[in-house]
T-cell receptor
């Protein structure tokens, strides 16, 4: 039931772009994205509900393909502050909507 | 407005001891959850609640109990601590899902069982 994230780790130079993927074997109700800095708590970035919906947060955006049960997080023109671990969280259609299951995380390192 | 408050921040237990991790939120959120975080394992759901008096099991509930007598508080009880329960524990809360709200996390409790 745990969603699968790829890649597990990414190393970028400032200004480069990155894509993080999240896929589930279950029909999804929604997908959340969070970022966690080392030693800190995860912080909510955005939530996606409908098939094909895309949202943005600064230069970070995401899409949700409801048919494929996949979501992708796009980081454009990365900054040093984007470094951290990114988690997707999924709610499946048949479950209580209070149950949010996270992927294993993708570690992003942005170098000068 | 304190958000989600977890206590203690650090704790060392001996194998077999019991303890309660406290979680309180002052945002009147209906949804609350407990996660544990281990290296390479991401955030794993232990128990969750959709309102006062309603709790359910997550992915890794064994060895843990919860109760939700008020909207504000959601304590996590370790019944008989084991070294495998050494982890960082996060409590999180959210308004009832309208499709627009994410979870707010507490700062975490780092637990070591020796």
């Amino acid at each position: 039931q745990q969603p699968v994230q790829s890649p597990q780790a990414v190393i970028l130079r400032e200004g480069e772009d990155a894509v993080i993927n999240c896929s589930s074997s279950k029909a999804l109700y929604s997908v959340h994205w969070y970022r966690q800095k080392h030693g800190e708590a995860p912080v909510f970035l955005m939530i996606l509900l409908k098939g094909g919906e895309q949202k943005g947060h600064e230069k970070i955006s995401a899409s949700f393909n409801e048919k494929k049960q996949q979501s992708s997080l796009y980081l454009t023109a990365s900054q040093l502050s984007y470094s951290g671990t990114y988690f997707c969280g999924t709610r499946i259609r048949s479950s209580n909507t209070g149950k949010l299951i996270f992927g294993q995380g993708t570690t992003l390192q942005v170098k000068p | 407005n304190a958000g989600v408050t977890q206590t203690p921040k650090f704790q060392v237990l001996k194998t077999g001891q019991s303890m309660t991790l406290q979680c309180a939120q002052d945002m009147n959120h209906e949804y609350m959850s407990w996660y544990r975080q281990d290296p390479g394992m991401g955030l794993r759901l232990i128990h969750y609640s959709v309102g006062a008096g309603i709790t359910d099991q997550g992915e890794v509930p064994n060895g843990y109990n919860v109760s939700r007598s008020t909207t504000e508080d959601f304590p996590l009880r370790l019944l008989s601590a084991a070294p495998s329960q050494t982890s960082v524990y996060f409590c999180a809360s959210s308004p009832q899902d309208q499709g627009f709200y994410g979870y707010t996390f507490g700062s975490g409790t780092r637990l070591t069982v020796v």
